[in-house]
């Protein structure tokens, strides 16, 4: 018998329990470590921060599903690691052993790195769902009060598409409100150039999306990088390509939305040949670490390295369509383990993703992910919001059920059966 432990029921560890299931041997035991029995979709956070959902619309209890499948659910949360021990240090002072981890701890979100940034300061942020309803609670401000809108990510983020979403889908509520004419509103981000998003672009992302922001009226700012935020007011320096100061701006604000850099959880953060200096898990290309072998990872923990150096830095985003990957990969090679066999799945890691816009989108495909690319692919239109609708739904409902299926791989594939998908998944 074999202790399967996943740390973390977000987005990659509730997928990586139902795909582990079908992998285990019969007297094998699988257990989740979470914070708390709630999972929330992260990609309808935006929603949430305009109203167009309510919270409890894209919150699951894992407790009963959970159970229902025989999974151990432990909701006190991890508080350390210890991987050459093979032990889990629990919230509550108690511990469990595990025969093979998988950490899929997402990211810890570092507002304290710039001063008054985040929802303890002066910005909001859509990053989990207790900031969203926090920032929907300032719009209402915002639409009582209307004045000028900051919106980004800062300095070292990866997160950029749903900065971008949020920026249109906070200009789309303006216009359905009729206040859009009284809040000038401003991108700021750390990206090189508008639509870079921490892959060197993908397709003609660049062309899209500033056309979409000058048909807006949005202004912007690229290669910035924060220094601080006061209550109403945010400082930026622009560099140049040389990474000199070129401009320092004063942008004042009657709200502001900024992603924030991320770096890996508490629980695994500065153990040595487990993480990287920023916290995030080290994999080879079965996604397991290559010093703890029975340890592996998945989704936003996992190290990527930049795409390319920039003036400011940005990390590469880590997104459903390549998490998914991860996720397979590491069930079939913790199954191959189990049964005294090799590794031998390795993730795809290509980027596929759908950016709403409210009332429209951008779709984009990057196989693979680090450019020259086979396939370099972008595309705006309004099939993308009522597609990115339509797969929330779809989501929603497979993850109550807990169905194992790749999820978004399979809405993509089989429900939009875009063609340009089929060619990214078959290499043809
Ligand atoms: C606002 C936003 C919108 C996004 N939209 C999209 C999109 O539309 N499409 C797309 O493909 N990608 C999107 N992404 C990117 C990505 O798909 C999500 O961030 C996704 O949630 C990442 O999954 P994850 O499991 O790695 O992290 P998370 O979903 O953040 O899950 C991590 C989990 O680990 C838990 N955890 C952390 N520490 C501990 C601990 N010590 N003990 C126990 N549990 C712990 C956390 O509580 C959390 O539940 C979006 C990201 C953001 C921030």
């Known amino acids: 018998m074999a202790e399967v432990v996943v740390l973390g029921a977000g987005l990659s560890g509730t997928l990586m329990a139902y795909e582990l299931l079908p992998q285990l041997r019969k007297d094998d035991r699988l257990s989740v470590v979470s914070q708390g029995a709630v999972y929330h979709f ?18 699951i209890d894992l407790a009963d599903i959970m159970k229902r499948k025989g999974v151990r ?28 981890l998988v950490i899929a701890t997402g990211p810890e979100l570092a507002f304290d790195e710039i001063p008054g ?9 859509i ?23 900051v919106i980004g ?12 979403e949020f920026l249109f889908i906070l200009e789309t509520e303006l216009r359905r409100r009729k206040l859009r004419d009284r809040v000038p509103m401003i991108f700021v981000t750390s990206e090189p150039y508008i639509g870079h998003l921490g892959l060197d672009g993908v397709g003609d992302t660049k062309g899209l999306l500033e056309s979409e922001m000058r048909e807006k009226h949005i202004k912007w700012i690229t290669n910035a990088r924060v220094k601080g935020v006061e209550a109403g007011k945010m400082i930026v320096e622009e ?52 010093a703890f072998t029975n ?36 069930a079939i090679n913790v199954g191959a383990l189990l049964r005294g066999n090799e590794p031998t799945a390795q993730p795809t890691w290509n980027a596929i993703c759908l950016a709403d816009f409210g009332d429209s989108g951008v779709a984009f495909l990057a196989q693979p992910q680090i450019p020259p690319r086979n396939v370099n692919w972008s595309s705006k239109g309004e099939w993308v919001h009522y597609a ?25 594939l089989d429900k939009l059966n875009i063609a340009k998908i089929k060619e990214v998944r078959t290499g043809t």
């Not at 432990?74 to 919230?91: C, F, M, S």
């Not at 940034?117 to 942020?125: I, R």
């Open 117 to 125: 940034l985040g929802p303890q300061g002066h910005t909001e942020s």
């Open 127 to 149: 990053c989990h769902v207790d900031h969203a309803s926090h920032a929907r609670d300032a719009f209402d401000t915002l639409a009582s009060n209307p004045g000028p809108v």
């Open 388 to 412: 990115k609708v339509a797969f929330e739904k779809y989501f929603l409902r497979k993850m109550r059920r807990g169905e194992s299926a790749p999820f978004y791989e399979r809405f993509l």
């Open 42 to 59: 992260v990609p309808s956070n935006p929603w949430v921060a305009v109203g167009w959902r309510k919270r409890s619309e894209i919150e």
């Open 239 to 290: 560099l140049a390509d040389d990474g000199a100061v070129r401009k320092t701006h004063e942008l004042p604000f009657a709200y502001s939305m900024m992603l924030p850099a991320f770096r890996g959880v508490e629980a695994v953060r500065g153990i040595e040949k487990l993480t990287n200096p920023r916290g995030f898990v080290v994999v080879d290309k079965y996604q397991r670490n290559p």
């Open 153 to 164: 990510a800062v300095q070292g983020a990866s997160c950029f598409g749903p900065a971008y």
């Open 73 to 100: 659910l432990l909701t006190q949360g991890a508080k350390r690691v210890h991987p050459t021990d093979n032990k889990i240090e629990l919230g509550d002072g108690t511990s469990i052993d595990y025969d093979f």
């Open 295 to 330: 340890v592996f990872a998945v989704g936003v923990c996992v190290a990527i390295p930049p795409v390319a150096a920039t003036p400011v830095p940005v990390g590469v985003p880590k997104t459903g369509f390549m998490i998914e990957s991860m996720v397979t990969a590491t």
